[in-house]
T-cell receptor, first 114, second 108 residues
Framework: ETGVTQTPRHLVMGMTNKKSLKCEQH?????MYWYKQSAKKPLELMFVYNFKEQTENNSVPSRFSPECPNSSHLFLHLHTLQPEDSALYLC?????????????FGPGTRLTVT | KNEVEQSPQNLTAQEGEFITINCSYS?????LHWLQQHPGGGIVSLFMLSSGKKKHGRLIATINIQEKHSSLHITASHPRDSAVYICAVRAKGQNFVFGPGTRLSVLP
């Protein structure tokens, strides 16, 4: 248990569906992250939120839409995805405020787009 | 752009062997993070260091800032150490950049 939870753990969706991934951290951190891990590729940073404000969007297509209602919760809304978006999506948190500290990861959501 | 390389890509060892995994990077950094990813996908932080050496149980991490290189050592390896080990580095004011990982299998 890392103190970061993600739901669902597995998701299969069609290209026309809309779904959301949820992340929650119980560590009192102020920074939260979405990462994408495709097969045989390194982790890719997608979004960073610091004190609920988005501070980084790493050229992610608009079919991925993040939402951070408070420092403990992070969502990734998905719509009209492509098969190449199939991957493991990982959420992480750390102390924020300009100092990017040690990251704590959730278990990930394995997404398959059919 | 900071490039992070790891070697070897894959490593198979017998139980009890001493294991070394290497990480090299291309720009000056303020911190380096060693992570462990098990087959289910979950990632666990092992160490975060900016200089010298850290030890936790059978794991030792070292970093040489001048040479832009870090090593992760596992002593008395065990099958439960089988995982992907990932090195990530952070330049000042930047987010972490992740290496490709080293897949370790420890055979009983």
């Amino acid at each position: 248990e890392t103190g970061v939870t993600q739901t669902p753990r597995h998701l299969v969706m069609g290209m026309t569906n809309k779904k959301s991934l949820k992340c929650e951290q119980h560590l009192g951190h102020n920074a939260m992250y979405w990462y994408k891990q495709s097969a045989k590729k390194p982790l890719e940073l997608m979004f960073v939120y610091n004190f609920k404000e988005q501070t980084e969007n790493n050229s992610v297509p608009s079919r991925f839409s993040p939402e951070c209602p408070n420092s403990s919760h992070l969502f990734l809304h998905l719509h009209t995805l492509q098969p190449e978006d199939s991957a493991l999506y990982l959420c992480a948190s750390s102390q924020g405020g300009g100092v990017v500290g040690e990251q704590y990861f959730g278990p990930g959501t394995r997404l398959t787009v059919t | 752009k900071n490039e992070v390389e790891q070697s070897p890509q894959n490593l198979t060892a017998q139980e009890g062997e001493f294991i070394t995994i290497n990480c090299s990077y291309s720009v000056g950094i303020s911190a380096l993070h060693w992570l462990q990813q098990h087959p289910g996908g979950g990632i666990v932080s092992l160490f975060m260091l900016s200089s010298g050496k850290k030890k936790h149980g059978r794991l030792i991490a070292t970093i040489n800032i001048q040479e832009k290189h870090s090593s992760l050592h596992i002593t008395a390896s065990h099958p439960r150490d089988s995982a992907v080990y990932i090195c990530a580095v952070r330049a000042k004011g930047q987010n972490f950049v992740f290496g490709p990982g080293t897949r370790l299998s420890v055979l009983p």
